[in-house]
């Protein structure tokens, strides 16, 4: 698949290159002026070379997207750019907001819908065995962002846009001493457990039992502790899905879960 790559300067986004390449897509990544000057320092000569097209543009501007999807005959978009300090206001529903309209716009032309995936937070996901979602047991700066994209997203009719939220908690590098990235040699299976709506595999610990305090003591263990995933198996799991998924997860929110054992079933 020819995919349009936004944040591929970030954690994800560069671990996302080489696992994107390894599942046969084409890539195009969207950077701004400013930081074009890092890809020599994040990817290797063996790696970089393979990167079909460096698009200079900005993530929150709707033309440069567009410019970019329609030059280079985009078919999916792999959303994982922003961060999530305020300045002036929230940047990922932005984000979001831009590269959804841009996409609605091309598939309207084409006559045929792209293929989308935003990244927001395990927040949005549903709180197993009640009324509520996780974003409800949290503060508010912890959410709001992520809450304002999942809002932007979940407005557009499928039939427009085959979009997928990524729910995800917080991430680690397999390899804190990560230098700089080379291309993978051999795909290794990212094990994850994915689900829908809800968290797969979750689990009520005894804090969750205590009373009034306990749901919000359960929610930041199972997001700080339980959903904390590797970048590269999370990137692995977007590239594969790009390549090989189907409608299953589109106009979901999707959750995923390093698999450690028996328990995690």
């Not at 999807?69 to 932005?94: H, M, R, S, Y």
């Not at 809800?198 to 919000?216: E, K």
């Amino acid at each position: 698949m020819r995919i349009l790559l936004l944040g591929a300067t970030g954690n994800l986004g560069t671990r996302l290159v080489p696992a994107l390449l390894a599942h046969n897509h084409v890539i195009t990544i969207l950077i701004r002026t400013s930081s074009l000057s890092k890809l020599p320092t994040l990817f290797s000569p063996s790696l970089l070379p393979q990167i079909s097209v460096i698009a200079e543009g900005d993530a929150t501007n709707v033309a440069d997207i567009k410019k970019a999807i329609v030059e280079n005959g985009i078919e999916g978009i792999v959303n994982v750019a922003g961060t999530q300090v305020k300045k002036g206001e929230f940047l990922l529903p932005k984000i979001a907001k831009a590269v959804t309209s841009a996409a609605v716009e091309v598939g309207h032309e084409r006559g045929k819908s792209l293929r989308v995936w935003i990244t927001a937070g395990l927040g949005i996901m549903k709180y197993p065995g009640t009324g509520w979602e996780i974003q409800d047991f949290m503060p508010k700066f912890a959410a709001v962002q992520h809450d304002a994209t999942r809002t932007v997203v979940e407005a557009i009719p499928t039939t427009d846009l085959r979009w997928s939220l990524l729910a995800i908690a917080m991430m680690y590098p397999i390899d804190p001493k990560q230098g700089i990235f080379e291309p993978i040699e051999k795909i290794e299976p990212h094990g994850l457990l994915v689900s829908a709506g809800s968290p797969p595999g979750w689990r009520d610990h005894w804090l969750g039992r205590l009373w009034w305090i306990g749901p919000y003591l359960n929610v930041w263990r199972a997001a700080l502790g339980d959903y904390g995933t590797h970048y590269e198996n999370v990137a692995d799991f977007l590239a594969e899905d790009m390549e090989w998924g189907g409608d299953e997860r589109v106009g979901k929110r999707v959750a995923l879960k390093e698999h450690w054992g028996k328990k995690d079933i």
